[in-house]
């Protein structure tokens, strides 16, 4: 063997082991979680994801009598410490609306607001002063100081998290029970009688602390080591005469590769905790509590750079060509890749929202927002990946995550829109339940459940939505119409013609504004079924339902994809997301219908198009900006399109 070759062998030898997690079995209501059954003894489980749970939290779990048995509400009216931790997370929910605020006004180009913060240093004042001595009031002193140096550090402090992080961890001190985790295993020492758990997956962040369960007092204690291993998961605890043996696990790669692995070896070899005095002895310990990932997959990524100027990008807006698709370049692009989706626009707060991925692209929690002032997106909160579900096509959880946001599914495609009544966006492509995001707080902030019309197993397919002043609207499968009415859907009676329904890839829906209706365009699934061209107009007054046979119907058959019409107001036209083989010219022009005169239409629109080299773009989010009266677009890599379309000088022909 070549020197060559040996350096590289033992460079490869040098590298941390890579982790593909097993995919999970999700027919379970809990996953990712850990039992420990002790033949003739007690019992204990905790941890995971419960898919039924209104918190995703499964809680502390024993058996009796057989069964298993949660016990929190019993934790929880015995704690001492209880209201202490309501009071913490009261904090932490203000905190959340602040640092909101702020990062609002830093990515819209205005002065950081950070007055609001005294309020939650009050809080945490009061905390202590009821707690002057311990690990406790140490960490709520850690809290306010942090607290205190968000208003020095500004914004770059706010989008490190870490005061918010001090606030949560000073929340759990006083809790009944461990935070919620996952792949965190349990141990029993015979010795002691006590359960032991270390660590753990919070799906945003990895953990290292350690927390002992007594099962005959049935209760939870939190310990205080002043040294630890690194933060993991997905390891083993082994117990030997009152010590915890602590193996192997895992920790964040962060990594932004397409499909790329998540997970390596943490490393560091094993570890030995001593429950009488409460040591770690083994490798380099550390101070630090939690390991988030990194670089674009972390929220301290997008404040880089120059600050959002909102005057020099409204410039670039002013002087855009006319029909000459223009690439905005943002300076920080999220990762990882979108795919199979759209993206919506919420001009209440300036934003477009993008919520896409699953199958073998992004697979996280995390909506993207692109502010329209500044030309900046903005990922508000740390990303978090299901564990063995990732790169999945239809295989991700049901249910909430332990910070109750829901998990993308294998396509987004239509299934999400912006109301504008509730200013919120909807998520329908869950099986049962409705989701809400609140652009304004940058979260996930609840669920309901849906009518049975809209409840069926490929519903993220073909639940297609689309905006109405009055409440978004959602055309199903079976081509039954529901509309979003005071936090409810609603199903419309409809008349007339037959309504189709939604399909895969080639079914999208618009609202016509001028003349009060919504047409829809459909076409079989498939690329060997052309589209026939033909529309059909849903009236909003009389909800009946009427067949359009546009002139140039025959010629729309070479429309390539039919996932995005978007309508022009102003011009009154509708624009479809895609373009036209190429001409003899070479030039692919795009098409568009024309509601005035029923009529389908072609026009020359020259630039970086969106709709990329083939006309067809999957993972392609188009809109209409009526304030500013121009389109955007979004593909896969985050990349953002803007056009001002003038159809008199776009060479307008019939199709």
């Given at each position: 063997m070549t020197r060559t070759l040996l350096l590289a062998a033992f460079l490869a030898l040098q590298q941390p082991k890579a982790y593909r997690l097993p995919a999970t079995d999700l027919k379970e209501p809990v996953i990712w979680g850990s039992v420990c059954e002790v033949p003739g003894g007690p019992s204990l489980a905790f941890g995971g994801e419960d898919q039924r749970a209104d918190d995703g939290n499964p809680h502390t779990r024993i058996k009796a009598d057989g069964a298993w048995k949660a016990i929190d509400a019993e934790l929880r009216a015995k704690n001492p410490d209880q209201k202490a931790h309501e009071r913490c997370l009261k904090a932490l929910e203000l905190q959340k609306e602040i640092e909101a605020h702020a990062r609002t006004r830093f990515f819209d180009g205005?002065?950081?607001?950070?007055?609001?913060?005294?309020?939650?240093?009050?809080?945490?004042?009061?905390?202590?002063?009821?707690?002057?001595?311990?690990?406790?009031?140490?960490?709520?002193?850690?809290?306010?100081?942090?607290?205190?140096?968000?208003?020095?550090?500004g914004i770059e402090s706010l989008a490190e998290g870490a005061a918010r992080s001090s606030?949560?961890?000073?929340?759990?001190?006083?809790?009944?029970?461990?935070?919620?985790?996952?792949?965190?295993?349990?141990?029993?020492?015979?010795?002691?009688?006590?359960?032991?758990?270390?660590?753990?997956?919070?799906?945003?962040?990895?953990?290292?602390?350690?927390?002992?369960?007594?099962?005959?007092?049935?209760?939870?204690?939190?310990r205080w080591p002043q040294i630890r291993p690194a933060p993991r998961a997905n390891h083993r605890l082994t117990a030997v005469d009152g010590k915890i043996i602590l193996s192997?696990?895992?920790?964040?790669?962060?990594?932004?590769?397409?499909?790329?692995?998540?997970?390596?070896?943490?490393?560091?070899?094993?570890?030995?905790?001593?429950?009488?005095?409460?040591v770690w002895?083994?490798?380099?310990?550390?101070?630090?509590?939690?390991?988030?990932?990194?670089?674009?997959?972390?929220?301290?990524?997008?404040v880089k750079g120059p600050k959002p100027d909102r005057d020099a990008f409204g410039k670039v807006l002013a002087e855009l060509p006319a029909n000459t698709w223009v690439r905005t370049q943002p300076p920080q692009l999220p990762a990882l890749n979108r795919d199979w989706g759209t993206a919506v626009l919420d001009l209440d707060h300036d934003l477009i929202l993008r919520w896409?991925?699953?199958?073998?692209?992004?697979g996280g929690t995390d909506v993207l927002e692109y502010h329209l002032k500044t030309n900046r997106w903005e990922l508000c909160y740390p990303v978090e990946f299901p564990l063995g579900q990732l790169y999945s096509n239809t295989e991700y959880p049901e249910g909430?995550?332990?910070?109750?946001?829901?998990?993308?599914?294998?396509?987004t495609y239509q299934n999400y829109g912006y109301d504008p009544p509730a200013k919120k966006m909807i998520f329908t492509g869950r099986h049962s339940d409705s989701h809400v995001y609140d652009p304004a707080l940058g979260d996930w902030t609840g669920r309901f459940a849906k009518p049975p019309g809209m409840v069926y197993g490929s519903c993220f397919y073909t639940l297609t939505l689309t905006p109405t002043p009055q409440g978004l609207v959602c055309w199903t499968e079976s081509g039954r119409i529901f509309q979003f009415e005071k936090g409810a859907w609603i199903e419309r009676k409809l008349s007339g013609d037959r309504l189709p329904g939604a399909v895969v890839d080639h079914s999208t829906v618009f609202q016509d504004s001028q003349r009060n209706r919504l047409l829809f365009a459909r076409k079989p699934y498939g690329e060997k079924v052309p589209f026939t061209g033909e529309l059909y107009a849903l009236d909003l007054g009389s909800w009946s339902v009427s067949t359009l046979a546009p002139a140039g119907k025959e010629a729309a058959a070479a429309i390539p994809y039919l996932c995005q019409i978007r309508y022009d107001a102003q011009n009154d036209l509708g624009?479809?997301?895609?373009?036209?083989?190429?001409?003899?010219?070479?030039?692919?022009?795009?098409?568009?219908?024309d509601p005035a005169g029923n009529r389908w239409v072609s026009l020359r629109i020259s630039g970086d198009d969106p709709s990329g080299k083939s006309g067809r773009n999957v993972s392609l989010g188009l809109m209409y900006d009526a304030k500013r009266n121009l389109f955007w677009a979004v593909d896969t890599q985050s990349q953002v399109f803007v056009l001002r379309l003038e159809p008199k000088t776009a060479d307008l022909q019939p199709l």
């Amino acid at each position: 063997m070549t020197r060559t070759l040996l350096l590289a062998a033992f460079l490869a030898l040098q590298q941390p082991k890579a982790y593909r997690l097993p995919a999970t079995d999700l027919k379970e209501p809990v996953i990712w979680g850990s039992v420990c059954e002790v033949p003739g003894g007690p019992s204990l489980a905790f941890g995971g994801e419960d898919q039924r749970a209104d918190d995703g939290n499964p809680h502390t779990r024993i058996k009796a009598d057989g069964a298993w048995k949660a016990i929190d509400a019993e934790l929880r009216a015995k704690n001492p410490d209880q209201k202490a931790h309501e009071r913490c997370l009261k904090a932490l929910e203000l905190q959340k609306e602040i640092e909101a605020h702020a990062r609002t006004r830093f990515f819209d180009g205005e002065p950081v607001d950070l007055s609001g913060e005294k309020l939650v240093l009050k809080m945490l004042e009061d905390l202590m002063m009821a707690f002057p001595e311990g690990p406790r009031s140490s960490r709520l002193g850690f809290a306010r100081a942090l607290t205190e140096d968000l208003l020095k550090g500004g914004i770059e402090s706010l989008a490190e998290g870490a005061a918010r992080s001090s606030i949560e961890e000073a929340a759990e001190a006083f809790d009944a029970e461990p935070p919620p985790r996952a792949l965190s295993p349990i141990a029993y020492d015979e010795k002691t009688r006590l359960f032991v758990i270390f660590g753990g997956d919070h799906l945003d962040y990895l953990t290292n602390d350690t927390w002992v369960f007594d099962p005959q007092k049935r209760a939870w204690s939190k310990r205080w080591p002043q040294i630890r291993p690194a933060p993991r998961a997905n390891h083993r605890l082994t117990a030997v005469d009152g010590k915890i043996i602590l193996s192997g696990g895992y920790t964040y790669t962060s990594s932004t590769d397409y499909v790329g692995g998540q997970y390596r070896d943490v490393g560091g070899g094993d570890w030995t905790y001593d429950l009488a005095t409460d040591v770690w002895t083994g490798g380099e310990g550390t101070n630090v509590t939690r390991v988030y990932r990194t670089g674009r997959l972390s929220p301290e990524h997008y404040v880089k750079g120059p600050k959002p100027d909102r005057d020099a990008f409204g410039k670039v807006l002013a002087e855009l060509p006319a029909n000459t698709w223009v690439r905005t370049q943002p300076p920080q692009l999220p990762a990882l890749n979108r795919d199979w989706g759209t993206a919506v626009l919420d001009l209440d707060h300036d934003l477009i929202l993008r919520w896409s991925g699953g199958h073998s692209a992004h697979g996280g929690t995390d909506v993207l927002e692109y502010h329209l002032k500044t030309n900046r997106w903005e990922l508000c909160y740390p990303v978090e990946f299901p564990l063995g579900q990732l790169y999945s096509n239809t295989e991700y959880p049901e249910g909430v995550n332990f910070n109750r946001r829901p998990w993308v599914t294998g396509h987004t495609y239509q299934n999400y829109g912006y109301d504008p009544p509730a200013k919120k966006m909807i998520f329908t492509g869950r099986h049962s339940d409705s989701h809400v995001y609140d652009p304004a707080l940058g979260d996930w902030t609840g669920r309901f459940a849906k009518p049975p019309g809209m409840v069926y197993g490929s519903c993220f397919y073909t639940l297609t939505l689309t905006p109405t002043p009055q409440g978004l609207v959602c055309w199903t499968e079976s081509g039954r119409i529901f509309q979003f009415e005071k936090g409810a859907w609603i199903e419309r009676k409809l008349s007339g013609d037959r309504l189709p329904g939604a399909v895969v890839d080639h079914s999208t829906v618009f609202q016509d504004s001028q003349r009060n209706r919504l047409l829809f365009a459909r076409k079989p699934y498939g690329e060997k079924v052309p589209f026939t061209g033909e529309l059909y107009a849903l009236d909003l007054g009389s909800w009946s339902v009427s067949t359009l046979a546009p002139a140039g119907k025959e010629a729309a058959a070479a429309i390539p994809y039919l996932c995005q019409i978007r309508y022009d107001a102003q011009n009154d036209l509708g624009l479809v997301g895609g373009t036209l083989p190429p001409g003899p010219d070479g030039v692919r022009r795009t098409p568009a219908y024309d509601p005035a005169g029923n009529r389908w239409v072609s026009l020359r629109i020259s630039g970086d198009d969106p709709s990329g080299k083939s006309g067809r773009n999957v993972s392609l989010g188009l809109m209409y900006d009526a304030k500013r009266n121009l389109f955007w677009a979004v593909d896969t890599q985050s990349q953002v399109f803007v056009l001002r379309l003038e159809p008199k000088t776009a060479d307008l022909q019939p199709l």
